[in-house]
């Protein structure tokens, strides 16, 4: 594991300033603490020098062509047990900064950080809100995809994973969609070519030694509530949530944080479980409400 670069005053006076790194960080232990981060590419968060990250992606090099990229200790592509490959299954927390809407299997990928976090630990995300990127054409994500994905135990994106992405990607830029163009009229990010593009990206990805990185998730704030909720139900999905925040004017991307309770029996932990995605419901609808009203006016 690394130690952080930072001091800790430092980070806390570089935390309370910038709201990106507040939410990767939500309930980080600190003085000290020990965790992992997911495809830090050449952007790790920066952490306290108290706090021991290690970082993981799907392959060692898997980020090889990034200039500056942080170095991986260890491969984990999310199928099978995270905490063998570690030896350990008492971390504080792991981020993961734009990675989990790359991750073929994710309900997988979710069970394996869950098993190697302690009681109380935590997982903080941010994920694109597929509205307002290039992804804005593209239907959400259905708990049917991912119990397939799960129940088929990918290791690397699917045919249709790859079609998908290649094919329904607009050329967007948030600014542009905050400001009201018309989604269903952007141009197919890969221009005329999109559709034969496709195709051939869905070939590489039956390969057996080709890796076709691909969006193969996409979600809004409330659309991965409803999977969580639906994922919790079937025994899937094994954190608590703690926090959803919304996506900013002008951004693009959400943050969620969520929790290994302390709580194992299943009744129980599924109450909390539904207890908490209601109550981060109700937080987003009366927020989307206070924006149409606020339009309005």
């Given at each position: 594991?690394?130690s952080?670069?930072?001091?800790?005053d430092?980070?806390?006076?570089?935390r309370?300033?910038?709201?990106r790194?507040?939410r990767l960080t939500?309930?980080?232990?600190?003085?000290?603490a020990?965790?992992?981060?997911?495809?830090?590419a050449?952007n790790?968060t920066p952490?306290?020098?108290g706090v021991r990250?290690?970082?993981?992606?799907?392959?060692?090099?898997?980020q090889a062509g990034?200039?500056?990229?942080?170095p991986?200790?260890h491969?984990?592509?999310g199928?099978?047990?995270?905490?063998a490959?570690l030896?350990?299954?008492?971390?504080?927390f792991?981020?993961g900064?734009q990675?989990?809407q790359?991750?073929?299997n994710?309900l997988?990928?979710?069970?394996?950080i869950?098993a190697?976090?302690r009681?109380?630990?935590?997982?903080n995300?941010s994920?694109p809100?597929r509205?307002f990127?290039?992804?804005?054409?593209?239907?959400?994500?259905?708990i049917a995809?991912?119990?397939?994905?799960?129940?088929l135990?990918?290791?690397?994106p699917s045919?249709r994973?790859a079609?998908?992405?290649?094919?329904?990607?607009?050329?967007?830029e948030s600014?542009?969609?905050w400001?009201?163009v018309?989604v269903d009229?952007?141009?197919?990010?890969?221009?005329?070519v999109?559709?034969?593009l496709?195709q051939?990206?869905a070939?590489?990805?039956?390969?057996p030694?080709?890796y076709?990185?691909c969006h193969?998730?996409?979600?809004t704030p409330l659309s991965f509530?409803d999977?969580?909720?639906?994922?919790s139900?079937?025994?899937l999905?094994p954190?608590?949530?703690?926090q959803?925040?919304?996506t900013?004017?002008?951004?693009?991307?959400?943050?969620v944080?969520m929790?290994?309770?302390a709580?194992?029996?299943?009744?129980?932990?599924?109450?909390?479980?539904n207890?908490?995605i209601d109550h981060?419901r109700?937080?987003q609808?009366r927020?989307r409400?206070?924006v149409?009203a606020m339009?309005?006016s």
């Amino acid at each position: 594991m690394q130690s952080g670069s930072l001091s800790l005053d430092a980070f806390l006076t570089r935390r309370a300033s910038d709201r990106r790194l507040a939410r990767l960080t939500h309930d980080l232990s600190l003085p000290e603490a020990r965790g992992l981060e997911f495809g830090p590419a050449a952007n790790p968060t920066p952490l306290p020098s108290g706090v021991r990250v290690a970082y993981v992606d799907h392959a060692l090099d898997a980020q090889a062509g990034v200039p500056g990229a942080t170095p991986i200790d260890h491969a984990w592509t999310g199928d099978g047990p995270l905490d063998a490959l570690l030896g350990c299954s008492d971390l504080d927390f792991a981020i993961g900064a734009q990675v989990a809407q790359f991750v073929p299997n994710l309900l997988g990928w979710l069970r394996g950080i869950h098993a190697v976090l302690r009681p109380g630990g935590v997982l903080n995300l941010s994920l694109p809100d597929r509205r307002f990127m290039f992804d804005a054409g593209r239907a959400d994500s259905t708990i049917a995809e991912l119990v397939e994905a799960d129940l088929l135990g990918l290791t690397r994106p699917s045919p249709r994973q790859a079609f998908a992405h290649t094919y329904e990607a607009r050329a967007l830029e948030s600014a542009a969609i905050w400001d009201g163009v018309d989604v269903d009229a952007a141009p197919r990010l890969c221009g005329e070519v999109a559709l034969a593009l496709a195709q051939v990206r869905a070939m590489e990805a039956t390969e057996p030694d080709r890796y076709v990185d691909c969006h193969c998730w996409v979600f809004t704030p409330l659309s991965f509530l409803d999977i969580a909720a639906l994922a919790s139900r079937l025994g899937l999905f094994p954190f608590v949530l703690n926090q959803v925040s919304g996506t900013e004017p002008g951004d693009f991307e959400f943050y969620v944080s969520m929790r290994r309770d302390a709580e194992a029996e299943p009744q129980a932990l599924l109450a909390l479980q539904n207890g908490a995605i209601d109550h981060l419901r109700e937080i987003q609808c009366r927020q989307r409400r206070m924006v149409v009203a606020m339009a309005r006016s």
